[in-house]
């Protein structure tokens, strides 16, 4: 089975590829806009592109394609994947309804079977925090009591490469969480915890913690911090997802932040 992995260097695809090459798949073609800086294992075939740019090249034999996000063209690379005879497409996508819906929307008029992954935000978002970590012990942002159940990008991976190599996916839509749903305030608490450090959370207004972000997130800052002011009354909740697919517990965030400590300090 030929496996396509799109946006095989970015923060998802590169763990995908690495969990199936773990999983045993011995037919991987990793897509990157930069072959020769990629450092892609070995035995891997890598091309040059970018699922961006659809091209029948890099999508000639593919039996399941690994698609990432990039809502400006997933119509055309999903027209394009349906013309090259590819067999099945799973999208990393969000909740339904949201920003995100559109990958879904446009993987399903394809009419190529496909598997659609729902994760909610990344622990890993907790990086826009670091630069306060390093430099004190006080986290200035807004909507401490916010409470959602991020999730691990491994377990995304993990649970991509498990889908990609399944049985019983097709048409199937996966909600990705993490164990447990905590409040911001929570998760700055795990990280000082990781650090050895008590970290405070101090609560900014939404505009105040628009313009802190907007240097970092430019117009999706205004977005992020909606999406937050709305789990205050409406927090997210842990679905048992991963587990259930993997048959073992999704990371946890104190494990999350004892693992990428290193980028706090």
Same mark, same amino acid.
């Given at each position: 089975?030929?496996?396509?992995? =799109?946006?095989? =260097?970015?923060?998802? !695809?590169?763990?995908?590829?690495?969990? $199936?090459?773990?999983?045993?798949?011995?037919? &991987?073609?990793?897509? =990157? &806009?930069?072959?020769?800086?990629?450092?892609?294992?070995? /035995?891997?075939?890598?091309?040059?592109?970018?699922?961006?740019?659809?091209?029948?090249?890099?999508?000639?034999?593919?039996?399941?394609?690994? $698609?990432?996000?990039?809502?400006?063209?997933?119509?055309?690379?999903?027209?394009? *994947?349906?013309?090259? /005879?590819?067999?099945?497409?799973?999208?990393?996508?969000?909740?339904?309804?949201?920003?995100? @819906?559109?990958? +879904?929307?446009?993987?399903?008029?394809?009419? &190529?079977?496909?598997?659609?992954?729902?994760?909610?935000?990344?622990?890993?978002?907790?990086?826009?925090? *670091?630069?306060?970590?390093?430099?004190?012990? +006080?986290?200035?942002?807004?909507?401490?009591?916010?409470?959602?159940?991020?999730?691990?990008? #491994?377990?995304?991976?993990?649970?991509?490469?498990?889908?990609?190599?399944?049985? /019983?996916?097709?048409?199937?839509?996966?909600? $990705?969480?993490?164990? #447990?749903?905590? =409040?911001?305030?929570?998760?700055?608490?795990?990280? !000082?915890?990781?650090?050895?450090?008590?970290?405070?959370?101090?609560?900014?207004?939404?505009?105040?913690?628009?313009? @802190?972000?907007?240097?970092?997130?430019?117009?999706? *800052?205004?977005?992020?911090? @909606?999406?937050?002011?709305?789990?205050?009354?409406?927090? @997210?909740?842990?679905?048992?997802?991963?587990? +259930?697919? $993997? !048959?073992?517990?999704?990371?946890?965030?104190?494990?999350?932040?004892? %693992?990428?400590? %290193?980028?706090?300090?």
């Amino acid at each position: 089975m030929k496996i396509l992995v =799109t946006g095989a =260097t970015g923060n998802v !695809g590169r763990m995908v590829v690495d969990e $199936l090459l773990a999983r045993g798949a011995d037919d &991987v073609r990793a897509l =990157t &806009v930069d072959p020769a800086r990629a450092a892609l294992p070995e /035995g891997v075939e890598v091309v040059r592109g970018f699922v961006g740019r659809p091209s029948l090249d890099w999508l000639h034999g593919v039996d399941v394609m690994y $698609l990432a996000p990039h809502i400006p063209t997933v119509a055309e690379t999903c027209r394009a *994947a349906a013309r090259a /005879g590819v067999g099945r497409i799973v999208d990393l996508a969000g909740a339904k309804g949201d920003h995100w @819906q559109a990958i +879904e929307d446009g993987v399903e008029a394809s009419g &190529v079977p496909y598997t659609h992954l729902e994760p909610g935000e990344f622990m890993a978002n907790a990086t826009i925090w *670091a630069d306060q970590i390093r430099a004190g012990d +006080e986290i200035r942002d807004a909507y401490a009591d916010s409470a959602n159940a991020a999730i691990a990008q #491994e377990d995304i991976a993990a649970v991509a490469a498990h889908v990609i190599l399944g049985d /019983g996916h097709e048409g199937r839509s996966y909600e $990705l969480t993490g164990p #447990e749903s905590l =409040t911001r305030r929570q998760k700055v608490e795990a990280i !000082g915890r990781a650090l050895g450090r008590e970290l405070r959370y101090i609560e900014l207004t939404h505009d105040d913690a628009v313009r @802190q972000l907007q240097p970092a997130m430019g117009e999706y *800052a205004e977005w992020y911090l @909606q999406g937050a002011a709305a789990l205050l009354q409406h927090p @997210q909740a842990a679905t048992p997802t991963v587990a +259930e697919l $993997l !048959g073992r517990p999704a990371k946890t965030y104190e494990q999350w932040a004892r %693992d990428h400590a %290193d980028q706090f300090r």
